[in-house]
Each structure stands twice: as structure tokens, then as C-alpha cells.
């Protein structure tokens, strides 16, 4: 049951790989045939339409188009710059209408007959006929052809045309048109320029003239005479009071600061600072309380000289007291004084500057209007002054261009007669159609190999399928088309002749064979499929006609010729061939040892290859499914089990019934048939999978009767025929 789960997982696993990029190149080769075919085809094609389309040539001019310069008096102002969008204007304004028009008109192109004519067919010409004006423009525009050569300012102008010397005429006369072109332009838009410029000046002059007298205007009416800050009295005004108010702030700070300091400070301090009496006083003081001190040791204080001496000191302390109480209260008055003198003149002159102020700011109102006013004039006579000079420059310029005929356009070179025609291209048409050719047929290939839902290679079988590949059985040479090539190839090498007649028993009547290689290599293949060898093995197929009996037959051929016993029972009880393929009678076979207990010895046959013994299906039975499923069938594949080294199974498909699952639970596995290149993939993936559910193990798949010629036959046996050029033994072939 794990073995059948590991197996299921491969299987899934191989269904979602993608496809590689060698099985490209395998549908390439496949398909060799009808890609060769289409890449014929589409060079035929090629070669058709250059026979049958009608000759153009090609004559080119070569235009150097510099940028156009600044007039003479623009050049120190005006400098030349790098500009990625000139070239392609002017290669549109080449093929412009105006341009076409005037070639038409200088070539009368409208009566050219070689410009009329069509041609079609193969090289027939219709009558010629005139043309009309506007169709005329729209072909000279279809016919000029710009290409800028890279990092230069040249650009080669081309027309194609079916006459060579019209062709060299229209590209010369394309040229000249638009360098006259360019000119007329030019002075067109000097003249242009100059008409605006004077209309330009007239208006602005008569603006300018307004604006003045509006400027004037308002100054006499806002007594404005100037805004100058030197000549203008309300400002002077006010930057006199400006100054006047900030030295009286500055003076009531400071006597403020005076009047507070005073009011704060301690009297006697105040009086030691103001007065020098004070000092005297205080002085005086001091040395009577001295000597008051001195006399007290001696005398006592009731003395009479002591009492006077203590009278005298209360005098002169309370006259010192006095003093001071005056010298403070006369500085407190005083700085009280001051202050309130200069809180006032600081009011004074605030409520002054205020007026002035509100003065100066009407007078500002004015002024910015004025100032405008001014501004305005003065940007209108700037601008007057630059249309006078630009005036005069257009002037200039316009005398200097009708002096001389010059152009920023020059022909470098002029288009002569072409000798070769342009197109048809041979080179070109066969490289179109070589490419034409090979994309249609790859694309049919793949197509093809698309809609094809066969097998027809190991690589596919193990990839789609993820069971493995036991090899490729080619087609007999009576079943495909064998090249003269490849007959002559093996005959070069010294092969016998290729196979023919029946498939069966061909490893026995010819080994040498490539059909009898191919199953000795699928022998090899099926004994290594499985772990611990085989005995019982069972061939399937999904639907009938894919050659299982022929598989079962030969690989019974190819076992016995490893001298080894083998035993080919026919278990399709329902068409059964094996005993047609060996010319033996069916009378008796598997139906008698299951349904009559005939002896199995007895129903065993020998046939003409060695060690190869077959077991007839025996006569017809109505419950074939029931036989294959009983004990008998059981009991008989245990003897020959003992008695054979390998037992081939032929049973009937998968598809109609049940059989071969039934007897590929009792085989050691199955090798399920598929007709290489027929069967649809989707059909073997169906009975694998049903295999798959009935817990049958699938030894591998066969590819039946694959055409030799094709790639993936190639691919798996194409240098067998050379390797075994020099002789196969005749005998046992190693797988």
C-alpha cells in the first residue's frame, strides 16, 4: 500500500512539471518538413512580390539646417543653445503642405505623366490621366522621406518615385521650396514684427502721457511736492519730536528714579550726601561727647561743670536733629519737584508727537499712492524705450536681409539621377519572407503539436504520465513510409533488409533486426523495473489494436532467448490471437484447466523457439471474468510458477472489462500497451489511474508501432543502426 502511494505521488507530481525547453527543439526537428515547407513557401512569396511590383528609386538631398541666428545687434544678448526639438521640426515642416503645394506648383505636376500614371499588375500601366491639385500635394507629401544623420545638423531629404529623373527633380525642387519657404517666412515676420512694434509704441506713448498727467494731478491736489525724506518738513518734523520725546522719557526716568531713591532711603544718609553741615555737626557732636567722657573718670556727674558740659551735648544733638529733618525734607520737595516737571513735559511732547504721527502717516498714504503712480510712469517709459530699440534693431536687421538672400537652410548636396532602384528590395523581400515564412510554420508547428494528444516519446510518458517509460517499438516498413534515403543508408552499412510480413515472432526469425533490438531493450528495461525481479507479468493495453498480444508474444521470445523457461498464457478470453500467431490448436487450453480441471501439464504447449511454451485460451467461456478470478486460476499461476522462470499474461484491454486488473493482482505487475503517436494521452491517463485505484502495480508503459522516421523514435534508437553496423550475434542479444 505505500509502494502504491509512493507511486501515485509521482504520478501527480509528473502530471504538473512543466514543459522543458528541449521538447521544443524535439517538435522543431519533428516538424522540420513543414517549417522547411513554410520558409519555401513564404521566399516564393517574397520572390513573387518583387517580380510583380513595379521599380522605385530613390534620389536624395543633403540639407545642413543650422539654427537660425539673432539679428547682428542680438548676438552679445541673445547666444545660440543646444534645442533637441529643432531637427524634428523642421523634418515636419519639410513635409509640410505649403512646401508640397509650391513642388507642385514649380514641377506642374498635376500634367507630369510620370507622375499621373499608376501602375499595377505586371508592370501593366493605365492611361494617364491629370490629376487633381489636392491629390497631387498629398503624394508629394507621401513621397519625401526625412532622416537626420545622427549628431550632426545634416539631414538627407529623399523622394521616392517610380521615374529616377523625377525623383532627383521633386527632391531638388523640395528643397529649394522650403529654403524659400524659410525666407518668405522670415521677412514676412519681420515686417509683421515691425507693424506690431510701431502699433505697440503709438499705445504706449499715449499711456505714459496719461499717466503723467494723473501723477501731476495728484500731487497738486495732496499738496505733494516730494517724498524725499531730506526735503520734506512733516518728516523733519517728525524726527525732532522723536528725538525731543525720547530725551524726556529718558529725563522723567531718571528724576523718577531720583524722586523714588529719596522717598526710600534712610534720612540721615540723605543728609551726609546733600550737606556738609551735617558732617560739621555731627563732627562737633562727637568731640563733646568725647570729652564728656575723659572728664566723667575724673569728675563726677553731678558736677556743675559736668551737668553744663551734658546740656551742651543734648543741645548740639538736637540742633544736628533739626538740620537733618530740613536738608531731607527740602531734597524730597525738590526731586518731587523735578519729576512731576518732567512727567509733564513727557505728556506734552507725546500728545505733539502724536499729531505729527497721524500727520506723517496721512502724508505716507499719499505718498505710496504717488509712489505708484510714479512707479507706473516709469515702467511705461522703460518699456517705450525698449519697443524704440527693438524697433530700430528690427530696422536694421530687416535692411541687412533684403541686402542679401540668407538662410539658416543649405544644400550640401543635390539629388542626383539614381542608377539602382530603391524597391522592390530584393534583400529585404527575402528577409521579410524567410521571417514571415519561418514565424508561420513554427506557429503552425506548434499548432499541430498542440492538437496532438498522443504519446510519442519516453520523455513524455515519464513526464505526463510519472510511471516509467520500457522503450519504443518502431513500425514495421509495411506500416510506414521508409525514406529512399534511409533504405539506402542501411544498405550502405551493411544491414540486412528492413523487416517486413508480421511483427510477431520477429526477435526469433529476425534478431538482427531493429524491431527485434527494441524489444531485447524493452526486456532489459522490464526486468529492472521492480525491486526483487519478476515472474508473473501481464500485458495490457488501453483499448484494443495497440499490440499488446504482439508485446506479450515477443517478449515471451525474448525471455526464452535468455534460456530461460517461459510460459505465454492467453488470458483474453474474449478475442484471444496467441494460438493463431504459433499455429496451434485451441481446443483445450486455460478455459479447460479452470472450467473442466484438465491437467495444466497437458494444456501447456511447446512451441518453435526454444524454452517457450504457450497456453491456448482454450474453447470460449461465458463467465471469462469469473474463471480469471477463481481459486483455479490461482492454484494454476502458483504451479507454473514453480515449474517456468517467467509467466507472460496476455490479457484482454483495460478499457471494456476488468480482466486484466483482476489477473494484474495476481501477476507481479503490468506493462500497460499504447499505439505510439495515436493514443490519447488523456485515455492512458484515465486506466493508469484506474490501475492506480485497484491497487494494481503498473511495471511501466510500452510505445507500440512509432514511425522510425520521426524525432522521438530518433531520439531513443537513432545510432543503433551505425553502432551495430559491423554485425549482431545472431543469438541472445544482451537488453
Known amino acids: 500500500m505505500a509502494v502504491e502511494s509512493e507511486l501515485s505521488a509521482r504520478v501527480i507530481q509528473g502530471s504538473d512539471s512543466g514543459v522543458q525547453l528541449a521538447e521544443y527543439w524535439q517538435v522543431i526537428v519533428k516538424r522540420r518538413r513543414l517549417i522547411l515547407f513554410g520558409i519555401l513557401l513564404g521566399l516564393a512569396a517574397a520572390a513573387l512580390i518583387s517580380v510583380l511590383s513595379p521599380p522605385f528609386y530613390r534620389a536624395t538631398v543633403l540639407l545642413n539646417l543650422s539654427r537660425e541666428q539673432a539679428p547682428i545687434l542680438d548676438l552679445a544678448r541673445a547666444p545660440i543653445t543646444y534645442d533637441p526639438e529643432f531637427l524634428p521640426t523642421q523634418r515636419d515642416l519639410i513635409r509640410s503642405r505649403e512646401v508640397a503645394t509650391r513642388v507642385v506648383n514649380r514641377l506642374r505636376l498635376t500634367a507630369n505623366p510620370n507622375f499621373a500614371s499608376q501602375r499595377s499588375g505586371f508592370f501593366r500601366s493605365k492611361d494617364a490621366v491629370s490629376l487633381d491639385k489636392e491629390v497631387a500635394v498629398e503624394k508629394v507629401q507621401q513621397s519625401i522621406q526625412t532622416q537626420p544623420r545622427r549628431g550632426t545638423n545634416l539631414v538627407e531629404l529623399s523622394v521616392v518615385q517610380s521615374d529616377p529623373k523625377l525623383a532627383a527633380d521633386m527632391a531638388n525642387a523640395v528643397a529649394e521650396a522650403y529654403i524659400d519657404w524659410t525666407l518668405e517666412s522670415r521677412s ?89 553741615l551735617v558732617s560739621q555737626l555731627r563732627t562737633d557732636l562727637a568731640r563733646l561727647e568725647r570729652d564728656y567722657a575723659e572728664k566723667l573718670s575724673i569728675y563726677k556727674p553731678t558736677w556743675p561743670a559736668m551737668q553744663q558740659a551734658r546740656v551742651q551735648i543734648e543741645e548740639s544733638r538736637q540742633n544736628l536733629q533739626t538740620v537733618i529733618q530740613e536738608t531731607v525734607s527740602k531734597a524730597r520737595d525738590n526731586a518731587r519737584t523735578d519729576y512731576q516737571t518732567a512727567l509733564r513735559r513727557e505728556q506734552s511732547l507725546k500728545a505733539v508727537l502724536e499729531g505729527q504721527t497721524n500727520e506723517a502717516m496721512t502724508m505716507n498714504s499719499n505718498a505710496i499712492e504717488y509712489n505708484n503712480l510714479q512707479a507706473e510712469v516709469g515702467t511705461k517709459r522703460e518699456l517705450l524705450d525698449t519697443l524704440l530699440k527693438r524697433q530700430a534693431e528690427t530696422e536694421v536687421s530687416s535692411e541687412i536681409q533684403s541686402g542679401e538672400r540668407a538662410s539658416h537652410v543649405h544644400i550640401v548636396d543635390k539629388a542626383l539621377v539614381p542608377r539602382y532602384r530603391f524597391r522592390p528590395s530584393y534583400k529585404l523581400n527575402a528577409a521579410a519572407g524567410l521571417m514571415g515564412g519561418l ?38 516498413a509495411e506500416n510506414r513510409k521508409s525514406s529512399y534515403a534511409y533504405r539506402r543508408k542501411r544498405k550502405k552499412l551493411g544491414l540486412q533488409p528492413e523487416e517486413t510480413g508480421s511483427i510477431e515472432l520477429l526477435p526469433q526469425t529476425q534478431p538482427r533486426s531493429t524491431v527485434a533490438e527494441a524489444y531485447r531493450s524493452f526486456r532489459t528495461s522490464l526486468l529492472l523495473s521492480r525491486a526483487g525481479g519478476l515472474k508473473t507479468i501481464a500485458v495490457t493495453s488501453v483499448q484494443p489494436g495497440e499490440g499488446k498480444t504482439t ?117 507481479d505487475g503490468v506493462v500497460l500497451c499504447v499505439y505510439g503517436g495515436k493514443t490519447p494521452r488523456d485515455r492512458v491517463s484515465h486506466v493508469r489511474d484506474r490501475l492506480l485505484r485497484s491497487n494494481v502495480w503498473i511495471l511501466g508503459v510500452l510505445l507500440n508501432n512509432l514511425e522510425q522516421t520521426s524525432v522521438e523514435y530518433a531520439e531513443y534508437y537513432g545510432a543503433y543502426d551505425s553502432r551495430y553496423a559491423d554485425g549482431v550475434s545472431t543469438g541472445v542479444a544482451a537488453g
Not at 442 to 463: C, I, K, M, P, W
Request: hydrophobic letters at 40%; proline letters at 6%; glycine letters at 6%.
Open 439 to 476: 514565424l508561420l510554420s513554427l506557429g503552425l508547428a506548434f499548432g499541430l503539436e498542440y492538437l496532438d494528444r498522443s504519446l510519442r516519446s519516453t520523455a513524455q510518458v515519464e513526464r505526463l504520465l510519472g510511471v516509467p517509460a520500457l522503450g519504443i517499438i518502431p513500425a514495421l
Open 551 to 667: 508485446t506479450a508474444v515477443n517478449l515471451a521470445v525474448v525471455l526464452a532467448q535468455l534460456d530461460k523457461r517461459v510460459l505465454l498464457i492467453d488470458a483474453d478470453l474474449h478475442r484471444p490471437r496467441v494460438h493463431e500467431v504459433f499455429s496451434l490448436s485451441n481446443r483445450t487450453g486455460l478455459v479447460s484447466v479452470l472450467a473442466e480441471n484438465a491437467d495444466p501439464a497437458s494444456v501447456a504447449v511447446s512451441s518453435n523457439v526454444p524454452g517457450l511454451f504457450v497456453v491456448p485460451s482454450g474453447p470460449s467461456s461465458p463467465n471469462p471474468s469469473g474463471l480469471l478470478s477463481s481459486d483455479a486460476m490461482k492454484r494454476f499461476l502458483e504451479l507454473a510458477i514453480t515449474t517456468y522462470d517467467y509467466i507472460i499474461l496476455d490479457t484482454p484491454p483495460v478499457g471494456p472489462v476488468a480482466d486484466a486488473i483482476l489477473l494484474g493482482h495476481q501477476a
Open 188 to 276: 514676412s515676420a519681420v515686417g509683421q514684427t515691425s507693424r506690431s512694434l510701431n502699433a505697440q509704441i503709438q499705445q504706449l506713448r499715449g499711456e505714459v502721457q496719461l499717466k503723467e498727467q494723473e501723477l501731476q494731478a495728484y500731487g497738486r491736489q495732496k499738496d505733494i511736492i516730494s517724498i524725499d525724506p531730506g526735503s520734506n518738513a512733516t518728516m523733519q518734523k517728525l524726527e525732532s519730536f522723536n528725538r525731543d520725546y525720547a530725551a524726556a522719557v529718558a529725563d522723567r526716568v531718571a528724576k523718577e528714579a531720583r524722586y523714588y531713591q529719596l522717598q526710600n532711603s534712610r534720612p540721615e544718609t540723605i543728609a551726609d550726601n546733600l550737606s556738609g
